[in-house]
């Protein structure tokens, strides 16, 4: 009988006693074959070895509302005086390996020394390109700063990270961050895994950060589905004032829709929750999928066309830049 090494919680309506699951919606990991006729069948675009980038230098707090696109889904939040990282990846690669696997293309948008002191990080799910131990034992010794995750992630920040201070919540609960500022765990459509055999085993989310400066939505990692998700997002937590949300590492379409959204389906979440700004993410800085580089800017311009909404309501996040609203 196989162990869930991360979390043994009671069974609920998205655990059934060993794994997770999005229920209502199809299951988006796939398996050995599949991955097989993808690395067969796939046309892979060519990348670029290097996009040149010119770090930013965050003020040391904002009372505003202030994003700077560090790369990936890596970005510094800084609102009402308070400094949140999302899924820091500050590593050569997004693998377990250090010389191998994919390779950023995009030095990041703030250099680590010249990050402010960071009070939180926000992860949304364990795989590699979201939660890189590395990166969090960094952030632990130079800021020591709250660590805020769904259920499970906490056994393998906890036995990486020593003495990190760790919080952990199950979908829709609401973790505080200080007095003035709380995040809540919103459902995606994703899964999770660090190796072969530990498949859904923790939980994946966004995050909605409350904040007296604004409300931001960083989505993570989701694929589509049935749209119910996101609606269900809206009704509970209203309009945010800032969605982050995933535009990049999405073809094959057969392979990927059930887990990462295309561009035209990032627009129809924006429209789903009524965002008053949005940013993409989750493109240009690690080669995981089959498109091209710059095709989700592309495909992001297309998108807002056919809806009709407008393009300063909807940016692809560049790092390095910095956003204030």
Not at 86 to 94: H, I, L, N, Y
Not at 109 to 130: E, T
Not at 300 to 321: H, I, V, Y
Request: hydrophobic letters at 40%; charged letters at 20%; a neutral charge.
């Amino acid at each position: 009988m196989p162990k869930n090494p991360y979390y043994a919680g009671p069974a609920s309506d998205h655990f059934d006693g060993l794994r997770f699951f999005n229920p209502g919606e199809e299951a988006p990991d796939r398996g050995f074959r599949d991955i097989l006729k993808w690395r067969r069948t796939s046309v892979v675009a060519p990348w670029p070895e290097s996009v040149p980038v010119t770090p930013a230098r965050p003020q040391a707090r904002v009372e505003g509302l202030a994003i700077t696109m560090v790369g990936h889904a890596t970005l510094l939040i800084q609102s009402a005086g308070l400094n949140v990282l999302t899924d820091p990846v500050w590593s050569e690669r997004a693998s377990p390996l250090s010389f191998a696997g994919p390779k950023r293309v995009t030095v990041p948008g703030i250099r680590f020394d010249d990050l402010p002191p960071i009070d939180a990080v926000l992860l949304s799910h364990n795989h590699y390109d979201h939660l890189d131990v590395a990166t969090l034992r960094r952030l632990r010794r130079t800021h020591d700063p709250l660590f805020l995750m769904p259920l499970g992630n906490d056994a393998i920040v906890g036995k990486a990270v020593a003495g990190a201070r760790i919080r952990v919540g199950d979908w829709g609960e609401r973790l505080a961050i200080g007095e003035r500022h709380s995040t809540t765990l919103t459902r995606a459509n994703h899964w999770s895994a660090r190796g072969v055999r530990d498949r859904r085993m923790a939980l994946w989310a966004g995050h909605w950060l409350d904040t007296p400066a604004g409300s931001v939505w960083f989505a993570a990692d989701t694929g589509y589905g049935t749209g119910a998700i996101f609606r269900e997002i809206r009704q509970r937590h209203g309009r945010p004032d800032v969605a982050l949300l995933p535009i990049g590492a999405y073809e094959p379409r057969w392979f990927m829709a059930p887990q990462h959204v295309n561009p035209a389906e990032a627009v129809r979440i924006a429209a789903d929750v009524e965002a008053k700004a949005a940013l993409g993410i989750h493109w240009g800085t690690f080669q995981l999928t089959d498109e091209a580089r710059e095709a989700p800017l592309v495909a992001l311009a297309d998108a807002l066309n056919a809806q009709n909404m407008a393009r300063e309501r909807f940016q692809a996040a560049e790092p390095g830049q910095i956003y204030r609203f």
